[in-house]
């Protein structure tokens, strides 16, 4: 637990913790240590260390002001009223414009404060070393006064943990609660381990904190705001009961507690001027943290806005404790409050299921700890014998590679001779069409420059032939290498392995892979396909020569195998829409097949969703609009396809005709895949389909026209598809009318959206589209 109460800065046990705004905690002196001010608001000490000096009031007078500014603001520089030589180091060093600066400078992007000179904590965090006071002026008028300017400059401070910035307000590090839990937690955990807290820097008796005296005088009175120890003549000077200080409640001071022997015997000025243990951070009078505690009931928080009023209720909008003023006067008016007491009990409840949890993890661990050093025991006994196997296994491998080396230079010996043959061959070849074609062309170019026309076209007809048939031999690929200058002889693992009788390390205690761990993130589907992923789990030591990936048929009955590979990503195509798959996977190896993994189940689509297919269609078809409109460049009638195949189920689709010129005739229906693409859909027995013009339509199949009906489409007309492949059925729609009856029956198989037409038709395909059921009558059809 020692860790988590120790301060991040400064390395020792926290001493006055604030909370800052990322619930991380940090000393108050620490934090003072660690604020940040921009280069603009560098400035020279506060105005009233100024008249002080000039006007010959008490140090301690001038101090006060920056006190009430900033509580325990004695604090923040050199600890517990120490003299000027134990807390600020003195007044010898540089002159009075460097004495009255702080020097703190903002390091762009690297959360942290830069100072020059700069210390460093035991964490590695940069802390602003101390100010040396000015010739003439007290340590506390300089302490109180330097450390003032962080709150009446433009300020921030950077977590040391999470590096997050917070602005200061008016009220400097007043702003931030002051975490008397931890700091009571800390005292016991003190006290337990047999330590006073502060004992280090514990003195007789609590002194004045803003004396000029030496020694100073014994402190009469504590401010609970300012947490500052006064004497008698420094109270009535520098917080006298009135005007901003009226509000603020002056305590008797806490008994120190018992100081060890050698802190005993110390002159009281050197046992306050010298820093704690804690890195400098120390509490009023020297006494420590914990100093209010011990024999004294601990300190509860008080409203860092209303610093007279107590916690009472806890806002839950803000997450953080308010007093009755805060609801009445305060930002939280209108915010959800609910009783302190309340919220205490049920934040315990909170974290203590929390700690179960936790505690359960411990339990685990250390379960886990005894199983990783039975594993270091075994390493070590299993490690002396794989050695010296080893070192038989490699004098094996030495002469089986030495054999082996013969034999491989043999291969790359004929590869090569092989590859000089193939090339001079080709050399050849290509020297001797380039010369017969250089003569055709000289004598071509011959013949052109004759001006008889009548001889020339004896031969015209002769020549442009040779010409043709000398340019078709040179076919695509007869002007490429047909051999490669790379050697293709790439050595494989396992054959190299068996030729040294398999002597493989890995496979001497070869197991059966794991179960593959399937990757649910990554599993999904899309129209009639299904992606899946899996891996093999962590630190698995069997090898892995492949998986085996297997598909139900998406109604519960038997699994098959769909894939075999060594790639962990499969996509399955073509399966049923609006279907449930079962799919598993299992890895193999040189020793078997491993045990299945979990079963994951996937819902193919309930209505297909797909364009027409680019790689499908004639080369005349001329697709836009993201594949979804289709026309054409010739005036015959030519096919295309769409990307979804249909082997179950209903589908609907309709197309819109966004252009109709001179009367074509499009058809629409469906195809096997090997339909012709080039002629009018419906003339072979691949399609069956309905054409239409303006007039009237017919339906074709195995070029069979029949039940011609009336109605016909034109520009803006809709006509839609059903092919209902659970009663085997083809029906035609235009818009919203069944045109003639039942177009096919007995439709069985896999099918594809199809598409014929020429370049006076341009249609749009809409999918995704749900089965109408307000679809009107059929027309009745004509002969």
Request: aromatic share 6%.
């Amino acid at each position: 637990m020692e860790e988590e109460l120790k301060c991040p800065v400064c390395g020792s046990l926290f001493r006055e913790p604030i909370i800052l705004p990322c619930s991380h905690n940090v000393c108050l002196p620490c934090a003072r240590t660690i604020a940040v001010q921009t280069p603009d608001g560098e400035q020279h000490l506060p105005q009233p260390l100024l008249l002080s000096r000039s006007s010959g009031l008490p140090a301690g007078a001038a101090a006060a002001p920056s006190l009430e500014h900033d509580a325990a603001a004695g604090l923040a520089c050199s600890g517990a009223g120490g003299s000027a030589a134990g807390g600020l180091g003195g007044g010898a060093g540089g002159g009075g414009d460097h004495a009255d600066k702080l020097s703190l400078y903002s390091e762009t992007d690297s959360g942290y404060g830069s100072y020059t000179p700069s210390l460093k904590s035991p964490n590695g965090v940069r802390v602003l070393p101390m100010v040396p006071a000015p010739p003439g002026s007290s340590a506390a008028a300089a302490r109180g006064a330097a450390c003032s300017s962080l709150s009446s400059s433009s300020s921030s401070i950077t977590c040391p943990q999470c590096h997050r910035s917070a602005s200061l307000d008016h009220r400097g590090l007043r702003g931030f609660q002051r975490n008397r839990l931890l700091e009571a937690i800390v005292q016991r955990y003190q006290q337990g381990r047999g330590a006073v807290p502060g004992a280090s820097a514990a003195v007789a008796v609590a002194i004045c904190q803003l004396c000029d005296r030496t020694p100073p005088e014994p402190a009469a009175t504590l401010c609970e705001q300012c947490d500052v120890l006064y004497c008698s003549a420094c109270q009535l000077k520098c917080h006298p009961s009135r005007g901003p200080f009226a509000k603020h409640r002056l305590v008797q001071p806490p008994p120190p507690p018992p100081a060890p022997a050698e802190a005993a015997s110390a002159p009281t000025g050197a046992t306050q001027g010298a820093p704690s243990g804690g890195g400098g951070c120390k509490s009023p009078g020297g006494t420590g943290a914990g100093a209010s505690g011990g024999s004294t009931a601990r300190k509860f928080p008080t409203c860092p806005e209303h610093e007279m009023e107590n916690y009472s209720m806890y806002c839950v909008s803000c997450r953080t404790p308010v007093c009755y003023l805060c609801l009445e006067e305060g930002r939280h008016t209108k915010h959800e409050v609910k009783p302190l007491g309340a919220m205490w009990k049920q934040h315990k409840a909170q974290l203590s299921q929390a700690l179960n949890g936790v505690s359960d993890k411990a339990k685990e661990a250390k379960e886990f700890l005894v199983q990783l050093k039975n594993i270091l025991q075994q390493v070590q006994e299993n490690g002396l014998d794989y050695e010296a196997c080893l070192v038989a296994q490699c004098d094996a491998l030495v002469d089986a590679l030495t054999r082996q080396k013969a034999k491989l230079l043999t291969k790359v010996t004929k590869e090569r001779e092989h590859k000089l043959k193939m090339v001079w061959d080709q050399i050849n070849h290509c020297t001797l069409k380039l010369r017969q074609s250089t003569g055709l062309m000289e004598y071509c170019l011959e013949v052109i420059k004759e001006n008889d026309p009548a001889g020339f076209l004896q031969i015209s007809d002769a020549l442009i032939k040779r010409v043709q048939v000398s340019q078709e031999q040179w076919v695509k690929g007869a002007l490429e290498p047909k051999v490669s200058a790379e050697f293709d002889l790439t050595l494989d693992s396992e054959p190299l392995l068996q030729a040294i009788h398999q002597l493989d390390f890995i496979q001497m205690k070869c197991r059966v892979p794991p179960v593959p761990l399937l990757q649910l993130e990554k599993c999904c589907t899309r129209n009639n396909s299904v992606t899946l992923a899996w891996r093999m789990p962590p630190f698995t030591h069997s090898p892995v020569d492949g998986y085996i990936l297997e598909l139900d048929d998406g109604a519960g009955g038997q699994f098959r195998e769909v894939y075999v590979g060594k790639e962990t990503l499969c996509t399955i195509d073509g399966l049923h829409f609006n279907s449930t798959y079962n799919a598993r996977v299992k890895a193999f190896n040189s020793s078997g097949v491993g045990p299945y993994s979990k079963t994951v189940v996937l819902q193919t689509s309930d209505v297909a969703w797909f364009t027409f297919d680019p790689n499908s269609g004639h080369r005349d078809i001329i697709l836009s609009n993201d594949n979804q409109t289709a026309t054409c460049s010739s005036y015959d009638d030519r096919v295309v396809l769409g990307t979804a195949a249909f082997s179950k189920g209903v589908h609907y689709w309709e197309l819109h005709v966004d252009r109709y010129d001179n009367h074509p005739d499009p058809a629409f229906g469906v195809a096997r895949a090997s339909v012709v693409k080039d002629m009018m859909l419906g003339k072979d027995d691949k399609a069956w389909a309905m054409y239409v013009d303006n007039n009237r339509s017919w339906f074709m199949h195995c070029n069979s026209h029949t039940n011609r009906t009336e109605g016909g489409v034109c520009k803006g007309a809709t006509v839609g598809v059903l092919l209902d492949l659970n009663k085997h059925t083809l029906t035609f729609f235009i818009n919203g009318q069944q045109q003639g009856p039942t177009a096919f029956s007995q439709v069985d198989g896999v099918f594809m959206p199809a598409l014929s037409l020429n370049r006076n038709v341009q249609v749009t395909l809409h999918t995704g589209l749900e089965v109408p059921t307000n679809l009107g009558q059929p027309k009745l059809s004509g002969n």
